[in-house]
């Protein structure tokens, strides 16, 4: 355990209580040990959430549950959960992070699934759900506030069958049939990269897998861990190296509701802390996904 974690306060405490209790009995190497020992395990209670108050139950869980607003495709990522086919629940990465906060605030979890991030954008002002987990861009902060990163995001392209696209600056050019979903931070990011080419908008994943199927699109723009499962489903299908979208996935809460930011933003940083991103990013196999440094911010 780091010391530089735990703080002045809780060290110049974690001293006085054992010149109390030891007086001059404990010396030397002994001392030492006991408060290596206490400021460890202070540091250790000092990763865990505080209590919610009253000012962040009241704006987080106004209706006595969590409701989680998530995204759902074929092919897990940070941001997309999956529909288990045999017990019909959701499974995922911001599945996790959602049962887990909900857990931290002591009160039940719903989730509401939407076919993609714009969806849910988009419903923000809607108060059916409470806090969300999405990629960062500037048009969707006008809609949401965002709270501390989870994720470092890159987006790319899956090329079709037989294409001649090699590398993501190809997309770029006239005729080219770019298929994404619409309203979401990463065709708004390859709209602004590839303007002379083509865009088909979609309303989910299963979409734009059907519009590459059926001949309609020549790439699917989308998160490459999205791809990297998408490409099974579409043989012959290739996801293009590099990228033209390099942000982060965050929580997020509907504007307007400071205290609720404040607590799932810290609730995202412990999170970091414990392992429980990672976990969460391994239960989905999704062993090159990255967690966000500490403290990073939208």
């Not at 790439?219 to 990228?243: F, H, N, Y």
Request: glycine share 10%; charged share 20%.
């Amino acid at each position: 355990m780091d010391r530089d974690r735990t703080s002045p306060k809780l060290r110049q405490v974690t001293v006085e209580a054992i010149t109390v209790l030891f007086g001059g009995l404990v010396t030397g190497p002994l001392r030492a040990a006991l408060l290596a020992f206490a400021l460890a395990f202070g540091a250790a209670s000092a990763g865990m959430a505080e209590p919610a108050t009253d000012a962040v139950m009241k704006e987080l869980v106004p209706t006595g549950k969590l409701r989680v607003a998530i995204a759902v495709a074929p092919a897990p990522s940070a941001l997309f959960a999956i529909k288990d086919g045999d017990t019909g629940k959701y499974r995922g990465v911001t599945v996790d992070l959602g049962s887990a906060m909900a857990k931290k605030l002591g009160v039940p979890v719903e989730f509401l699934p939407h076919l993609a991030s714009g969806e849910i954008q988009n419903s923000a002002a809607s108060g059916k759900w409470d806090v969300t987990f999405m990629p960062v861009d500037e048009e969707r902060k006008k809609f949401v506030d965002f709270g501390n990163a989870y994720h470092l995001l890159q987006s790319t392209y899956l090329v079709a069958p037989g294409s001649k696209l090699l590398k993501v600056e190809d997309a770029n050019e006239a005729g080219v049939r770019i298929g994404g979903v619409a309203n979401t931070a990463t065709i708004r990011a390859a709209q602004r990269t590839a303007p002379k080419a083509t865009f088909v908008t979609v309303p989910g994943v299963d979409a734009a897998i059907a519009a590459m199927k059926a001949g309609e699109i020549d790439c699917i723009a989308l998160s490459r861990e999205s791809l990297s499962g998408l490409a099974a489903k579409i043989p012959g299908s290739r996801v293009l190296d590099g990228g033209f979208l390099n942000s982060s996935t965050a929580v997020a809460v509907p504007k307007g509701k400071p205290d609720s930011l404040a607590y799932v933003s810290q609730f995202v940083e412990d999170a970091k802390a414990a392992g429980i991103v990672r976990k969460a990013f391994d239960a989905m196999d999704l062993k090159n996904s990255q967690v966000a440094p500490a403290g990073m911010k939208p």
